[in-house]
Antibody, heavy 120, light 110 residues
Framework: EVQLLESGGGLVQPGGSLRLSCAAS????????MNWVRQAPGKGLEWVSG????????YYADSVKGRLTISRDNSKNTLYLQMNSLRAEDTAVYYC?????????????WGQGTLVTVSS | QSALTQPPSASGSPGQSVTISCTGT?????????VSWYQQHPGKAPKTMIY???KRPSGVPDRFSGSKSGNMASLTVSGLQAEDEADYYC??????????FGGGTKLTVL
């Protein structure tokens, strides 16, 4: 059974940093691309970032380029999202999602999400 | 990247069929067969219902079907059931390893 467990969310002040983690199990982690998708309170889904299966290629939405960094440790079956220079508009539930492919194409399995709140 | 366009709401009575549209451009929906649909109940994580336009993951009832024509994709739910009431989101590959989502459609079972 595929399981994705996010952690690391919380309350952070504007301009601050946070690191999200996503522990994966139930599939060969190193074979699939991974994505981060967020959902602001009462809003729709927004793709934030994706990462190839090897971790060598990273991709970002324009809204987060230069502030968020996606990475993975295939030896630990873990996906990360380093979030810097956080803004109020980054407040959202952040989901990690396993892709169907080796490069970002379509989300297949989703974690339960972790809430990030950016507020003073 | 611009979001895909979905109607904000849709509804149908139990047993009826309802279709939700998802309109994009030739740079996303029309350009690739990487359209997917997600169901989200309140307070829950999304669940994949359709991928690659019309394929169903294991365990998804065959009451759910997907299609695409030009720059518009569609999700049809047949034989509506109470548990189908949820938010539905479409997504498409948009080139350069970027994904784009629709704004979501709230499906109400009357």
């Amino acid at each position: 059974e595929v399981q994705l467990l996010e952690s690391g969310g919380g309350l952070v002040q504007p301009g601050g940093s946070l690191r999200l983690s996503c522990a994966a199990s139930g599939f060969t982690f190193s074979t699939y691309a991974m994505n981060w998708v967020r959902q602001a309170p009462g809003k729709g889904l927004e793709w934030v970032s994706g990462l190839s299966s090897s971790g060598s290629s990273t991709y970002y939405a324009d809204s987060v380029k230069g502030r968020l960094t996606i990475s993975r440790d295939n030896s630990k079956n873990t996906l990360y999202l380093q979030m810097n220079s956080l803004r109020a508009e980054d407040t959202a539930v952040y989901y990690c999602a396993k892709d169907f492919r080796t490069t970002p194409r379509m989300a297949e399995y989703w974690g339960q999400g972790t809430l990030v709140t950016v507020s003073s | 990247q611009s979001a895909l366009t979905q109607p904000p709401s849709a509804s149908g009575s139990p047993g009826q069929s309802v279709t939700i549209s998802c309109t994009g451009t030739s740079s996303d929906v029309g350009g690739y067969n990487y359209v997917s649909w997600y169901q989200q109940h309140p307070g829950k994580a999304p669940k994949t219902m359709i991928y690659e336009v019309s394929k169903r993951p294991s365990g998804v009832p065959d009451r759910f079907s997907g299609s695409k024509s030009g720059n518009m994709a569609s999700l049809t739910v047949s034989g509506l059931q109470a548990e189908d009431e949820a938010d539905y989101y479409c997504s498409s590959y948009a080139g350069s390893n970027n994904l784009v989502f629709g704004g979501g459609t709230k499906l109400t079972v009357l």
